[in-house]
């Protein structure tokens, strides 16, 4: 049975021809069209011209397509295109889990368009994709796709760190000096720190635990209520003593679209914060929560923005100057017992900087 409007999208990773274990769930922030294309050839040959017919539409930004294949042989044939991609859904888990294929093994080719939080939006058979791409043309822009202005939920908190903190934490990245930062992916049964071109950022990590008492006594006292006001969260342990330097002049400091705790080695991260040290002294540089529209998000100098480890965010490009932050990630016992279960999985590489402050 095809998905229903309004029925949050399936996450999975899988195959495409150009990416061995593509992310789903990072594709947030513009429509998404899976095609669940038929295996009887002469039908699925019709559904493959009407997608290529509408190539001009699938820019990236707005709209990404994907063909869901099934077939070995059409597989072998398909190549990604900026905008146009194929799941490799060999094992046909893809499609079972979004209803084009019943558990019985009974399929039921459909369009199924998602809307820029990944829920479906239109879901239509073949015999109504002229509908389909009707109403794929008439979509508004990913940022208006409810009709009302959206905004994330996360909570900004000013004042945690006063501006004598905030200079001592920059001083103190520039004492010791950053090493690049990586980001942690699951490579099999694996969490690994990754450096590539994901992120741009270099990281100092305090060590010194009289340090982090003051900084740990600010974040009790001043932001756990806020996050228990707003999220019926209480954090007792926090992940990380770090300051961040995103800088414009060295490799533009920037980091993807990302969630925080997609893989065995981070799930155990509830609650994401940073604290801007210097917030009026660099350009760029702001959080967006792609899922929810393109409104920036730019705590003040000493205050932090709270969000969900599970929500989509980047850090944009800083374009001027340098920014500084302060990046805990809160968790609880719960989490702590997760962590300690899967702390086997956490495979570090040789690279120092990614061991301190993956993300
Ligand atoms: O730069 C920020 O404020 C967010 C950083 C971030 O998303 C991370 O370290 O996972
Ligand atoms: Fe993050």
Same mark, same amino acid.
């Given at each position: ?63 990404? +397509? ?30 079972? +889990? ?11 080719? &459909? ?32 940022? %208006?796709? +409810?009709?009302?202005?959206?905004? +994330? ?19 103190? &990245? ?15 049964? =694996? ?7 994901? =992120? ?12 982090? %008492? ?32 995103? %800088? ?21 991260? =509830? ?25 920036? &998000? ?5 205050? $932090? ?35 300690? =279960? ?11 900087? $990614? ?5």
């Amino acid at each position: 049975m095809m998905m229903q409007t309004g029925q949050a999208a399936p996450w999975f990773t899988a195959p495409t021809p150009s990416v061995p274990n593509f992310n789903f769930s990072s594709l947030g922030g513009r429509y998404v069209l899976l095609a669940f294309l038929p295996t009887e050839p002469i039908a699925r040959q019709l559904a493959l011209a009407a997608m290529q017919a509408h190539q001009s539409l699938y820019d990236q930004t707005n709209l990404v +397509a994907f063909g869901v294949l099934r077939d070995p042989v059409a597989m072998s044939q398909a190549q990604d295109r900026p905008g146009l991609m194929w799941f490799l859904d060999q094992s046909g888990a893809v499609s079972r +889990a979004y209803g084009a294929v019943s558990q019985a093994g009974v399929e039921t080719p &459909y369009w199924c368009l998602l809307d820029p939080s990944l829920r479906v939006m239109v879901a239509g058979g073949m015999d109504q994709t002229e509908q389909v791409f009707a109403a794929i043309r008439a979509l508004p822009a990913p940022g %208006d796709h +409810a009709g009302v202005p959206l905004h +994330a939920p996360v909570l900004v908190v000013p004042r945690i760190f006063e501006p004598e903190m905030c200079a001592r934490l920059i001083e103190f &990245y520039e004492r010791r000096g950053g090493e690049r930062s990586g980001t942690m992916r699951q490579v099999g049964g =694996k969490t690994v720190a990754v450096l590539d071109d994901f =992120k741009s950022r270099r990281d100092a990590t305090i060590e010194d635990e009289a340090f982090r %008492d003051e900084l740990r006594a600010r974040i009790q006292t001043r932001l756990l209520r806020p996050i228990n006001r707003a999220f019926q969260f209480n954090p007792t342990r926090i992940e990380r003593y770090i300051v961040a330097c995103y %800088d414009a002049d060295d490799g533009g400091g920037y980091f993807k679209p990302h969630r925080d705790n997609t893989t065995s080695g981070t799930a155990h991260r =509830k609650f994401a914060c940073s604290i801007n040290l210097n917030a009026e002294e660099f350009e760029g540089g702001d959080l967006r929560f792609p899922e929810f529209g393109p409104k920036t &998000y730019r705590p003040p100098t000493g205050g $932090a923005v709270v969000f969900s480890c599970s929500l989509l965010h980047e850090a944009t490009p800083v374009t001027r100057g340098r920014r500084y932050a302060f990046l805990p990630f809160f968790f609880d016992e719960a989490g702590e017992a997760l962590r300690q =279960k899967n702390l086997h999985t956490l495979q570090f590489g040789d690279e120092p900087s $990614a061991r301190a402050a993956g993300a």
